[in-house]
């Protein structure tokens, strides 16, 4: 689950962590007021979507009067923000953050990420902040230092302080940064956070620290130890594709492929798409409906896909283990009455109970191309794709 920014920004502010003063604000005169009960003669007007890179789709303006704020606020509410996290698409700007200008001195980027492979949370500082961190680890990795975090030691003051002074900050502002990332790290775990990234930190003119952006991603798994952060959720920033699947207990993840896939368990969905892929064909979402999938949810997971606008064949691949195939082919079968299927279907069945769940579909009256292996299925709905 992902915050916003003014949201993750008060996480901070709770930690102890220097940011900008700012309110959220929802209409051009929301944050005409907002700016004015700041006062001073600097401000910056932020688009908020879940999205980077919104300073350069024009989602980030600094105001130096009320009527630049009115102006920029006006320009940014309701434009289609495009940045290259959004895609092409862009994502509506329903939102804004308006900030109290902070006068620079040097920019800085610090992240603290899951590293699956050492299992441990990671630190990520560079020098380089204030751009796309992801261009600098391509470009020019050497400028971005690490520290693995020992989860039974914490972050150590004088391990932190070696990334501190390896990035090149003066000495004079090493005590606050080792704390500030002693805090991120408090952040990191009491929240069950995937991410939590400042770019840019800050040295101001004056020689202070300030998290002038801030992103938090939430575990979706650790929701249930955290009620008050999932009240944050904001479902217009989400696939509302993505939302139905949540609500009815499904796996859903949009893809921009044109054979939609309909899958029980995660691994074997993996493969599904792998082999997809192998046969040159483009899968349009990952769908895994688990080992006790219902006709309900076998017909949720169909009108999903169906309002997937560039669908053009459906790939239904189930190994019956836990869930036998003819419990899962009779599901397909009810499932297509309730569902207007006029795409072309592509089944395989595999595993418990597999001749039964093909009699099923032979004699239900489904129009659908059998397959009896993965390799044959991938095939098959490939070249009907293509068609």
């Known amino acids: 689950m992902k915050l916003h920014e003014y949201q993750a920004k008060k996480i901070l502010r709770a930690h102890q962590i220097p940011v900008p003063e700012g309110n959220p604000c929802f209409s051009v005169e929301e944050a005409v007021a907002a700016a004015k009960a700041l006062e001073g003669n600097r401000w910056v007007v932020k688009a908020q979507i879940h999205a980077g890179g919104r300073g350069k789709g024009g989602g980030v303006r600094v105001a130096s009067s009320i009527e630049e704020v009115r102006s920029h606020a006006s ?23 308006i900030e109290r200008g902070v ?12 590293d699956r492979g ?6 990520m500082a560079s020098s380089e902040g204030g751009v796309d961190i992801e261009s600098v680890a391509i470009q020019d990795p050497g400028k971005i230092r690490t520290l693995q975090i020992d989860p039974k030691e914490g972050m150590s003051a004088d391990a932190a ?11 004079s502002v090493h005590d606050d940064v080792v704390k500030l990332l002693s805090n991120l790290y408090d952040v990191f775990l009491t929240c069950d956070a995937t991410l939590v990234e400042v770019n840019p930190l800050v040295v101001t003119r004056d020689g202070n620290i300030v998290a002038v952006d801030a992103k938090i991603n939430l575990d979706d798994s650790a929701m249930y130890r955290h009620p008050e ?4 959720r904001d479902l217009s920033e989400e696939d509302p594709n993505e939302i139905a699947a949540t609500q009815a207990g499904l796996n859903y993840i949009s893809l921009e492929g044109n054979i939609g896939c309909l899958v029980n368990g995660a691994g074997l969905a993996m493969a599904t798409m792998d082999i997809i892929k192998l046969h040159g064909g483009e899968p349009a979402n990952f769908l895994d409906v688990g080992g006790g999938a219902t006709t309900e949810q076998v017909s949720a997971a169909f009108r999903i896909m169906l309002k997937h606008s560039s669908v053009r064949v459906i790939l239904v691949n189930i190994f019956g283990g836990i869930m036998r195939c003819d ?16 795409l072309p279907l592509v089944i395989r069945l ?25 390799d044959d299925a991938a095939q098959k709905a490939v070249a009907a794709a293509r068609k």
Do not use: C, W
Request: charged share 20%; aromatic share 2%.
């Open 103 to 114: 006068e620079i001195a040097d920019e800085l980027y610090i992240g603290l990420v899951v």
């Open 118 to 123: 050492s299992q441990r949370v990671v630190l």
């Open 75 to 97: 320009a940014i509410l309701g434009m289609n923000l495009i940045t290259h996290q959004t895609g092409p698409t862009g994502k509506v700007v329903e939102r804004l953050l």
């Open 350 to 374: 595999e595993g418990t109970n597999v001749e039964k769940g093909r009699q099923i579909l032979a004699d239900s009256k489904i129009s659908f191309l059998p397959a009896t292996t993965m």
């Open 327 to 342: 419990v899962i082919a009779a599901g397909i079968v009810e499932a297509a009455k309730q569902v207007d299927i006029r």
């Open 161 to 171: 302080r070696a990334v501190v002074a390896e990035i090149g900050l003066p000495e």
């Open 229 to 232: 952060l999932a009240e944050l």
